[in-house]
Nanobody
Framework: QVQLVESGGGLVQAGGSLRLACAAS????????MGWFRQAPGKEREFVAT????????YSADPVKGRFTISRDNAKNTGYLQMNSLKPDDTAVYYC?????????????????WGQGTQVTVSS
C-alpha cells in the first residue's frame, strides 16, 4: 500500500507559478512510476505528466508541454510538478498517482494509488 498526499495548490494570477508536491509513504517510492492528473469542474479527468521510477523518462500532455515539468526525488519519497506560465484553463483539482507495473503511462486506470488532490485556481 502506498499513501500519497499532495500539497502546494492555491490561488495564483495568470502567468504565475506554483510547485505541487506529492509525498509518498508506505512502500519504496522508487518502485513506482508516478503521474499527475487533473480534473476541472464538469470535465473528465485528464492526464498531465508522468515520470518513470528512476526519473529518466518523463513526458507531459500537449496543453502543458513547455510550461509544466514533472520531477521526483526518490531519497525524499516525493514527486513534484512545477507549473509555470499558468492560465485560467489550468484551474482544476490536481492528483498525483503511483503505478506498480513497469513503465510510464498517460492512462489513469493503469495507476494503483491516488492522492486526495489539491486545488489549483488561476485567475485572469
Amino acid at each position: 500500500q502506498v499513501q500519497l498526499v499532495e500539497s502546494g495548490g492555491g490561488l495564483v494570477q495568470a502567468g504565475g507559478s506554483l510547485r505541487l508536491a506529492c509525498a509518498a509513504s508506505g512502500r519504496t517510492f522508487s518502485n513506482y512510476a508516478m503521474g499527475w492528473f487533473r480534473q476541472a469542474p464538469g470535465k473528465e479527468r485528464e492526464f498531465v505528466a508522468t515520470i518513470s521510477r528512476s526519473g529518466g523518462i518523463r513526458y507531459s500532455a500537449d496543453p502543458v508541454k513547455g510550461r509544466f515539468t514533472i520531477s521526483r526525488d526518490n531519497a525524499k519519497n516525493t514527486g513534484y510538478l512545477q507549473m509555470n506560465s499558468l492560465k485560467p484553463d489550468d484551474t482544476a483539482v490536481y492528483y498525483c498517482a503511483a503505478k506498480r507495473s513497469w513503465g510510464t503511462s498517460a492512462v489513469g486506470n493503469e495507476y494503483d494509488y491516488w492522492g486526495q488532490g489539491t486545488q489549483v485556481t488561476v485567475s485572469s
